[in-house]
T-cell receptor, first 116, second 114 residues
């Protein structure tokens, strides 16, 4: 199973709403990532979790709150977002140190978020 | 700070023609990836290049890596319409502790015309 799943596929939320994005993988990967991608731009890294611990936060505003409850699951909690936060949110996972591999990141299908 | 420059940003080519997309990066790395993205879709992994001189081919696409020149190329041979998409290169660096980070190029939007 080389699949990363994300739910929901689409999300429309108001600026006062609280919502969550979910990402799941069952490849035994111990690194998981959140990216934000605006139209016609490359993905931008937001957060990296390594062994369920937050290891990189790319100065993301606190209205985005990541959570990694276990090695297979990654959540992104959203609160008080702005219209400019509308984007495609991509989750990815990869193997971790100690395994001789490419550390290739496998991407999920993404959640298309619209903030109204 | 790592910079990854891709060119061209836009490429229109006739079916049957050949062309090369270039990816330059500013910091030493021996891991580089090429991804394809169709409109509204996620990223599809095309090639994983792990060492200097690595060359990979799949169908009409061939990717290479020159770590000394900090350059990767994606060569398209006899383009067909199905290759129309946006192509990203991404450089892999050890960021902090043992966490790795991908930095993407700006992408090349390829349109193959009949």
């Amino acid at each position: 199973d080389t699949e990363v799943t994300q739910t929901p596929k689409h999300l429309v939320m108001g600026m006062t709403n609280k919502k969550s994005l979910k990402c799941e993988q069952h490849m035994g990967h111990r690194a998981m990532y959140w990216y934000k991608q605006k139209a016609k731009k490359p993905p931008e890294l937001m957060f990296v979790y390594s062994y369920e611990k937050l290891s990189i936060n790319e100065s993301v505003p606190s209205r985005f709150s990541p959570e990694c409850p276990n090695s297979s699951l990654l959540n992104l909690h959203l609160h008080a977002l702005q219209p400019e936060d509308s984007a495609l949110y991509l989750c990815a996972s990869s193997q971790f140190m100690g395994v001789i591999s490419s550390y290739e990141q496998y991407f999920g299908p993404g959640t298309r978020l619209t903030v109204t | 700070e790592l910079k990854v420059e891709q060119n061209p940003l836009f490429l229109s080519m006739q079916e049957g023609k050949n062309y090369t997309i270039y990816c330059n990066y500013s910091t030493t790395s021996d891991r580089l990836y090429w991804y394809r993205q169709d409109p509204g879709k996620s990223l599809e992994s095309l090639f994983v290049l792990l060492s200097n001189g690595a060359v990979k081919q799949e169908g009409r696409l061939m990717a290479s890596l020159d770590t000394k020149a900090r350059l990767s190329t994606l060569h398209i041979t006899a383009a067909v319409h199905d290759l129309s998409a946006t192509y990203f290169c991404a450089v892999d660096l050890l960021k902090s502790g043992s966490a790795r980070q991908l930095t993407f190029g700006s992408g090349t939007q390829l349109t193959v015309l009949p």
